[in-house]
């Protein structure tokens, strides 16, 4: 155990965690200090968390190789070998919670993601959804063509369940004909206005490169729960987007409260089913705040928080 | 003016932050007395970690007594690095590493800038590597084997002659 934290896995696993941390806490303080509330500045700041960690120690050790060096070490502002080794009981030491508590997470990363993936290609569905095009809306195509200038295609599956979701490689939105049946034109370009922002911005290389990073990172807790802080923000960035494109903030607000009253409604079964619903409540509260507070200069305060995380994670070996 | 105070809020914040992690670098030292710290003498790290360490019986003329610098761990594995001045006050003149790990013997203290020869040499009946080559200038060598399952580095900012005479006069205290 005492060999495996000096060697590069070891040493990464060790300082992508605690650098994630401190780019955590700082990301937060500014969020709170600042009183950043706009999405995507969030969202920007929260890719830090993500993106920070991953490159930092291999960055840090081309430029300084002394840094693995006990030389580097004894200098260090936080040498994370001193608190690994402090003995809890006779023959275990620190180090055996931190690596339980890694394990845990990429558990957590195997059942929720890569599982479900495995499950749904490996089996068939259970049932068979039969989808149409759906041509009938002129209205919705002029939406389409001019918020996106692309050829996005809208399907029907014949459904009961309120349904929509949208398919990034064969730009496409599918939307349920129960839902369908309960929305006004209104509300269906507002819903249909959403998935679009969702086409347009997951093209994105910046989006792929985090989902990636997040991936490479999967036994760290810290990264994992940003990931989902930063989806939470894509949703809102999306709702924004949708809202200046139809003009009406309440429409979609209102759309989305058919969802949650249907989510409220059925028994929740997973933390992910619960952490859904109450997002969608958060979504439709802040859209009916519709606060107009702007972050002044937010790039010189993106760049002092990155800058500080840089500096003194350097420092955390 | 709110803005202006909500950055001097950040900064403040972030040298609480730099402090608190300065401290929290201390207090495994509490714990235990074991990691990796500076030892005033060779005396003081045989009594706080019980570690022998491999002493020369030959010196150098040049050598300033005591070391300069004794670094010594024995959590997450034992290594002791001493390292002398010479008396005119260059530093690093020669140091002495013994590691139970690998890991430490490519680090700043010890590196040889320009090596212009390597060869295998026999100390103390182990296979030993001996390089030669140039620090700042200056003629440096060192050299490095096995012994007793540890990984013993010599360093010297001279020729390798003295090196030699150094480590085949060196056993465990």
Redesign the interface.
């Known amino acids: 155990m005492?060999?495996f934290?000096?060697t590069l896995i070891g040493r990464f696993l060790t300082q992508a965690f605690l650098h994630s941390m401190?780019a955590c806490?700082?990301v937060e303080?500014?969020i709170y200090?600042?009183?950043i509330h706009e999405p995507l500045y969030r969202q920007r700041l929260y890719f830090l968390v993500i993106i920070l960690p991953m490159l930092s120690m291999p960055i840090y050790d081309l430029l300084t190789?002394?840094r693995?060096?006990?030389?580097f070490?004894?200098g260090?502002?936080?040498?994370s070998?001193?608190?690994?080794?402090?003995?809890i009981i006779d023959g275990i030491d620190l180090s055996l919670p931190f690596l339980m508590i890694l394990i845990l997470t990429s558990g957590l990363f195997l059942f929720q993601e890569i599982l479900p993936i495995i499950r749904n290609i490996s089996t068939p569905p259970e049932k068979e959804f039969s989808i149409e095009p759906y041509t009938s809306n002129p209205s919705l195509k002029t939406l389409l063509q001019k918020a996106t200038r692309r050829d996005v295609k809208i399907f029907i599956i014949k459904e009961e369940d309120y349904i929509v979701f949208s398919n990034i490689i064969n730009p496409s939105i599918f939307i349920s004909e129960g839902l369908l049946k309960r929305l006004s034109e209104a509300q269906l370009k507002a819903i249909v206005a959403h998935e679009m922002a969702h086409l347009l911005r997951n093209a994105r290389p910046v989006l792929i490169l985090v989902y990636i990073f997040r991936c490479i990172l999967f036994f760290n807790p810290v990264v994992l729960i940003h990931f989902r802080k930063a989806v939470e923000e894509e949703e809102k960035i999306c709702d924004d987007l949708a809202v200046e494109w139809t003009g009406s903030a309440e429409t979609l607000a209102e759309t989305l409260e058919k969802f949650y009253l249907v989510e409220e409604q059925r028994s929740i079964k997973q933390i992910q089913e619960f952490s859904d619903t109450f997002l969608i409540k958060n979504r439709i509260q802040r859209l009916r705040r519709r606060d107009d507070k702007r972050t002044?200069?937010f790039w010189p305060?993106f760049i002092?928080i990155a800058g500080?995380i840089t500096f003194?994670n350097y420092w955390?070996v | 003016m709110r803005e202006i105070l909500r950055t001097i809020a950040f900064v403040l914040a972030v040298l609480v932050i730099i402090m608190v992690l300065y401290l929290l670098n201390r207090i495994p030292g509490t714990f235990h007395g074991e990691g990796l710290r500076q030892y005033s003498s060779l005396e003081d790290v045989r009594e706080s970690l019980r570690i022998r360490p491999f002493i020369p019986r030959y010196f150098p003329e040049n050598l300033s007594w005591p070391p300069e610098r004794i670094l010594a761990q024995k959590v997450p594995y034992e290594m002791l690095l001493v390292v002398f001045k010479t008396k005119s006050g260059i530093f690093p003149y020669m140091a002495i590493r013994e590691s139970r790990s690998v890991k430490d013997l490519n680090d700043n203290i010890t590196t040889i800038e320009k090596v212009t020869e390597e060869v295998e040499l026999p100390i103390n009946g182990k296979r030993g590597i001996l390089q030669v080559g140039t620090c700042d200038g200056i003629p440096c060598s060192r050299i490095f084997w096995q012994e007793e399952g540890y990984h013993i580095e010599v360093f010297i900012k001279d020729h390798p002659s003295e090196l030699l005479k150094v480590v085949r006069s060196m056993s465990k205290d």
């Open positions: 005492e060999f934290y000096s401190m806490l700082l303080l500014g200090l600042w009183q190789p002394a693995q060096t006990i030389q070490r004894l260090a502002l936080f040498d070998t001193q608190w690994l080794y402090i003995r002044l200069l305060k002092l500080t003194i955390i």
